[in-house]
């Protein structure tokens, strides 16, 4: 799926897409170097919307603060920029924001500290990641990287080629998404999703500090349930557990609230949407675009 837009945000400019050029010996390039995140904007009839976009911008500031490297504008600059590349091109769609701080200075050095960061932005239509009504999953051979080895808290591009690899793996079995375990063979998140499985009423979670991103979905997701009356609790989850859940769903930015129905060629439940995912997939649909007052701060309008 190439991307595209008329117009994005570039240190500080609006450059036409064509423009939007770095060099072949950009440190980011070489290293994987950059801090990214992903964003949606949803439009409702009459605004476009964007989702958290102040808690997307802490963790951008909080990756950079693990990588190590400068970030050269203040968060409400990050704030605007993101603001700015929707509204450059006039979108009234919903869209998939995606900001990127990179390592610009061209070198093969690899200390970071003293080198150059550039901020670019850009936005593009953007529907459903995977299928709503639900997708096989695989377990994958390749390990969910463990944090003692590389800062999986922070949305850094490198380590992306774990999720690429995963994914990557999964869809070559023919599988929809991957579902990664920790060096210990807990399954801890999709390659770009966190994870929530369902049992006897409540739901279960990961835990933060088992090498995972402390999703902003993941957040969402845990508020709406305190709110109406779903007990949420963040343990280990074996495959086991996985297997015999009564419902599996992943959360992301991207994904939303995805239903799981198979994992590993086992149906969970009866192989369709259970109650609880519709349940959240249903009222999280309603507080992205706004239309529940009590979550209005979590939406910021472009126009
Ligand atoms: C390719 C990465 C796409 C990106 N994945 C987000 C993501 C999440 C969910 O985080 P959040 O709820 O804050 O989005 C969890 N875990 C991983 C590894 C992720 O990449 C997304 O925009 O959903």
Redesign the pocket.
């Known amino acids: 799926m190439r991307v595209q837009a008329q117009y994005v945000w570039f240190d500080g400019k609006i450059t036409k897409w064509e423009d939007a050029k770095i060099h072949i010996a950009t440190h980011a390039l070489h290293y994987g170097t950059s801090i990214f995140e ?2 949606r904007g949803y439009w409702n009839g009459e605004n476009l919307l964007i989702f958290r976009l102040n808690e ?1 911008v802490e ?1 951008m500031f909080k990756s950079a603060k693990i990588l190590g490297v400068k970030v050269p504008y203040t968060q409400q600059e990050v704030r605007n920029a993101i603001i700015e590349a929707v509204r450059a091109n006039n979108f009234k769609e919903d869209v ?1 924001i995606r900001p990127i701080l990179f390592v610009s200075t061209q070198t093969v050095a690899l200390d970071v500290r003293d080198l150059d960061t550039s901020l670019a932005v850009f936005a593009f239509p953007f529907g459903k ?1 995977l299928p709503p009504g639900g997708i096989r999953a695989a377990v994958v051979s390749w390990r969910r990287v463990h944090n003692t080895m590389l800062p ?1 808290m922070a ?1 850094i591009g490198g380590i ?1 080629v774990n ?1 690429v690899l995963a994914l990557t793996e999964a869809r070559s079995r023919g599988y929809d998404e991957a579902l990664l375990a920790d060096i210990n063979g807990y399954v801890v ?6 994870v929530f499985v369902a049992r006897n009423g409540a739901l279960y979670t990961p835990p933060v500090h088992q090498s ?2 402390e ?4 957040d969402t997701v845990i508020t709406l349930c305190k709110d109406i009356g779903i007990k949420v609790e963040e343990k280990p989850i074996t495959r086991e557990e996985l297997y015999t859940a009564d419902e599996v769903f992943l ?5 939303e609230v995805t239903p799981v129905i198979e994992v590993d060629g086992r149906a969970i439940g009866d192989r369709k949407p259970g109650p609880i995912t519709t349940k959240i997939a249903t009222l999280y649909a309603d507080v992205v675009r706004g239309r529940i007052e009590k979550y209005s701060r979590w939406v910021t309008p472009v126009y």
């Open positions: 992903g964003l997307h963790r998939y990641y999986v949305k992306y999720s998140e999709g390659s770009g999703e966190n995972i991103l999703g902003i979905t993941r959360v992301g930015t991207a994904a």
